[in-house]
């Protein structure tokens, strides 16, 4: 059923402190989730920016790998008790606010397009800086309890096989992706249980040229694992935007990162570590490169986003290649 948006938050403008909104725009869509900005006006505290995500296709939370937005706004809730910087949740919204499954937060000031940041003169004096907050920040989501919170354990063996198992259909034969698979296959990591965030990575990071660090964005991925895990996907060649030198995120180095996990009271996570999920990381990512390529060969997609993106399956590569002559 159609959502008219805008005549829905100005119904529940009151629940939210005011008397009417402003500026409602869509950001961002995808075939099952919105997200929306807009402004409460009104009221004792002012004009308030906002932000909305709602789902708009079914969803069932036991066989999907994301969480629901109720699960999410519990992780946010959490993140925040603990000192992690996060948009404050508002609301999680009810039945009869007319909006489905969706929640509504805070809107932080900050930027999130990985490229600016790595890229953008505004961030010159703050980026070689940044990579020990964001080991300080993940140290903290990794102290977050979990309990009441219905999350999912990766295994790292089944997660292997999980994306073997989508290779092999693709049929495609990519000499650096067998390799990489067969040496992660031999030299499984231990798996701790910790409450990660599971989609940590530059583009899902709020910063401020002034601040640093404003919000980490998007828990919807949000599982049980090892810490390496998340230390390791910021690292990804495919999160640097072009910047391949600086490992973390296209702005700093390894030890930065680990510094400040350390810091902030993470346990010890070897280098060794972060690296084979780094490279699991880069895997992962370059068989769903090539799954949204064959989406468009196929004709299953018609945009050109989708083969663009898969274009991008030669920095996993890339990045595979080097971890391997590392001595991984």
Known sequence: MEVDIVATLERL???????????????????????????????????????????????????????SLATEAALITEAGRVGAPVAPLIRLCQPQDGLGEAHITARIAGETLGRKIVSDPKFDALRPKLARPCGQVAAKIHTMNGQGIPLKTADVNVEIERYEAVYRATGAQRPILEL??????????????????????????MFDPDKGVAAVLDWELSHYGDPAEDL??????????????????????????????????????????????????????????LTMYQSYATGMEKSVERPMIGRRVSETEIDLVKLLEAGL
């Open 232 to 289: 390791s996907w910021i690292c990804v060649n495919s999160w640097r935007f072009g910047k391949a030198d600086s490992p973390v995120g296209g702005f700093g180095d390894y030890q930065e990162l680990l510094d400040g996990y350390a810091e902030a009271g993470g346990v010890e996570v070897p280098l060794s570590r972060v690296l084979y999920w780094q490279a699991l990381g880069s895997l992962k990512w370059g068989i769903m490169c």
């Open 13 to 67: 403008a009151p629940t939210l402190g005011g008397t009417g909104i402003e500026d409602a725009q869509r950001l961002s869509g995808g075939a099952s989730m919105e997200t929306w900005a807009f402004a409460v006006t009104g009221g004792d505290a002012g004009r308030r920016e906002m932000i909305l995500r709602r789902r708009s296709a079914p969803f069932d939370e036991e066989t999907s790998r994301s969480v």
């Open 180 to 205: 990489a698979l067969q040496h992660l296959k031999r030299n499984p990591p231990p798996v701790p249980t910790t409450l990660l965030h599971g989609d940590f990575r530059n583009g899902n990071i």
